[in-house]
């Protein structure tokens, strides 16, 4: 099999600054993000909370240092945003300045959920009710920038791409801690996807209402197969079949079922606008069963962190990571390395098959 990594490199490669003054504007207009710790560039860094990353050896690969992204360098969004032509990163609402709002900010948050307590145990953070009122505010100030035109306004929205990924802390920080939320025992595991789906769908709604007509929902990964998980398996994980907590991912493939129902329904009630799901989970899946194919000699441990897997205390500051770096899919006890997370951008942007990206990819939602 091809080496992934090799073609994901020398695509990127096409999108380096020099390559990226080629393109005479980028494929959208702006791009909008939403989500948590997988793809927030440093919103947190001012905040009273244990999910923050603006530290060493946090960003060691980054170009910018460090930045506050939970990863080595770049995360999922900072590469579509490459795919997609930015010629800049996207900024982070916390500093993004008046003139940078109509190219698009990131309004992710480290810990944030679906749900508005999800994460409370780490500390302060923006909750996607928090992050969609964030948006609702930058629109306000877009109109001003639109000298009040709605028309100019929405039809500017309308082209720019909005990219969602919640859901993770709800079941990380929330129904899987038991001795500090009370969901799991509140609700089945069904019953929980469902509330979580029925608040997501309003929300999703507000961006909708708000302007919004291109919005990509990302599916949960195998949370059973981080390494913070796998420190907590009571059976070693050289034991395991492929070293992944199965029980944890059957709970989380009950969410992603229901996301894939809700882009669809979506679909069918609103004509002008379109929704696409990524499966994150097939995805990162597809990342451990066929590690090898993709360069990855370590896939059960982080990169940093302390304890067994390196996932029982995550990355601590000034830490000394491993070296080779590329060759591990996890950079701590949550969060993909840079190259992991190259793949899984590729994915999502140029995949042809439908149980990776539905009922498009994110290269064809530019294009519509």
């Known amino acids: 099999m091809e080496d992934l990594r090799k073609r994901t490199l020398f695509i990127l490669s096409l999108f380096t600054p020099a390559a990226a003054a080629a393109w005479q504007v980028p494929q959208v207009p702006c791009f909008f993000i939403f989500g948590d710790s997988l793809v927030d560039n440093g919103n947190n860094n001012g905040l009273l909370t244990l999910a923050r990353a603006n530290y060493m050896p946090y960003g060691v690969d980054f170009p ?120 799991s025992s509140v609700f089945s595991p069904k019953a929980y996807a469902a509330v979580l789906q029925e608040d997501y769908s309003r929300l999703l709604n507000q961006l909708y209402e708000l302007g919004a007509r291109k919005i990509v929902i990302m599916g949960v990964g195998q949370i059973g197969c981080i390494p913070y998980e796998l420190a907590r398996l009571s059976v070693p994980t050289s034991q395991t079949e492929n070293r992944c907590n199965e029980k944890i991912n059957t709970i989380i493939n009950i969410f992603n079922n229901g996301l894939l ?69 996890f950079w701590d006890a949550f969060h993909p390395t840079d190259v992991a997370n190259e793949i899984y951008a590729m994915k999502a942007y140029n995949s042809t098959s439908a149980s990776d990206v539905y009922p498009m990819n994110i290269k064809q939602l530019a294009l519509t």
Do not use: W
């Open 64 to 183: 910018q240092g460090v930045s506050g992204r939970f990863t080595n360098g770049r995360t999922t969004v900072d590469v579509l945003a490459q795919l997609l032509g930015f010629r800049d990163y996207i900024p982070p609402y916390s500093t993004a300045q008046r003139n940078e709002l109509l190219r698009g900010v990131n309004f992710a948050s480290g810990a944030a959920g679906i749900r508005d307590e999800t994460g409370n145990n780490l500390g302060e953070h923006y909750p996607f009710t928090e992050q969609v009122a964030h948006f609702r505010q930058t629109v306000q100030v877009m109109k001003t920038l639109f000298r009040r035109n709605d028309t100019k306004l929405y039809n500017h929205l309308s082209k720019c791409i909005l990219f969602v990924g919640m859901g993770s802390n709800d079941y990380l920080n929330n129904y899987f801690m038991p001795n500090f939320y009370t969901t």
């Open 261 to 329: 129902e809700m882009v669809k329904r979506f679909n069918q009630a609103t004509s002008n606008a379109k929704f696409i799901y990524v499966n994150t989970y097939k995805s990162s899946r597809d990342l451990v069963m066929n590690s090898k194919s993709y360069g990855f000699v370590v896939i059960d441990k982080g990169c940093c962190g302390v304890g067994r897997n390196n996932g029982q205390i995550t990355c601590l500051p000034l830490q000394t990571p491993c070296v080779n770096r590329n060759n591990y899919l």
